[in-house]
T-cell receptor, first 112, second 114 residues
Framework: AQSVTQLDSHVSVSEGTPVLLRCNYS??????LFWYVQHPNKGLQLLLK??????LVKGINGFEAEFKKSETSFHLTKPSAHMSDAAEYFC??????????FGAGTRLTVKP | DAMVIQNPRYQVTQFGKPVTLSCSQT?????MYWYQQKSSQAPKLLFH???????NEADTPDNFQSRRPNTSFCFLDIRSPGLGDAAMYLC?????????????FGPGTRLTVL
């Protein structure tokens, strides 16, 4: 069965500096991988997804992630953090759509 | 805009008093899901409908039930809410089941149990 580990429960960056949120996955098959963002008291919004096409995936709001099979990683990055990026981020792995496995989440804090 | 709508956004109920949460979608997706998300935790899948086919997760308590009267609507019924059921409840939809289909989430209903 698939699983996902988000390596940091909390990341703090200054506005304008790069963001790196780390995610490692385990899967017996070729997985689909997703990053979702959740702002306080809101639902989850899809940032980007990987589905065995290009390994570098560009998402909304300037985020991107690179699928590295050799490292079983799917880290989320953004060149320059904005205050509005402060939120909870979830990495998700899926082998079939009714079995999406969520990571524990990473809370991103952006300091002015 | 096509979307997933949840009502109400905030629900307060009393211990043991049945409560129903509502989800509707304009995406015409085949699959609808209900998740429970407790504070500072990842969402946990309770069950899903693939069209009219109900699929319960093995560890979902019997206290939680669901109905899907048509493609657009899905309800979560909590028969006798306990204090431990206080959480955010998220509804999601996907076009199909299997493969890389994206799940689209509603804004959630935050349930408080007094």
């Amino acid at each position: 069965a698939q699983s996902v580990t988000q390596l940091d429960s909390h990341v703090s960056v200054s506005e304008g500096t790069p963001v790196l949120l780390r995610c490692n996955y385990s899967s017996s098959y070729s997985p689909s991988l997703f990053w979702y963002v959740q702002h306080p008291n809101k639902g989850l919004q899809l940032l980007l997804k990987y589905t065995s096409a290009a390994t570098l995936v560009k998402g909304i709001n300037g985020f991107e992630a690179e699928f590295k099979k050799s490292e079983t990683s799917f880290h989320l990055t953004k060149p320059s953090a904005h205050m509005s990026d402060a939120a909870e981020y979830f990495c998700v792995v899926s082998e079939s759509n009714n079995d999406m496995r969520f990571g524990a989440g990473t809370r991103l804090t952006v300091k002015p | 805009d096509a979307m997933v709508i949840q009502n109400p956004r905030y629900q307060v109920t009393q211990f043991g008093k049945p409560v129903t949460l509502s989800c509707s979608q304009t995406l015409n997706h085949n699959v609808m899901y209900w998740y429970q998300q407790k504070s500072s935790q990842a969402p946990k899948l309770l069950f899903h409908y693939y069209d009219k086919d109900f699929n319960n997760e093995a560890d979902t308590p019997d206290n939680f039930q669901s109905r899907r009267p048509n493609t657009s609507f899905c309800f979560l019924d909590i028969r006798s809410p306990g204090l431990g059921d206080a959480a955010m409840y998220l509804c999601a939809t996907s076009r199909d089941r299997g493969g890389p289909d994206t799940q689209y989430f509603g804004p959630g209903t935050r349930l408080t149990v007094l």
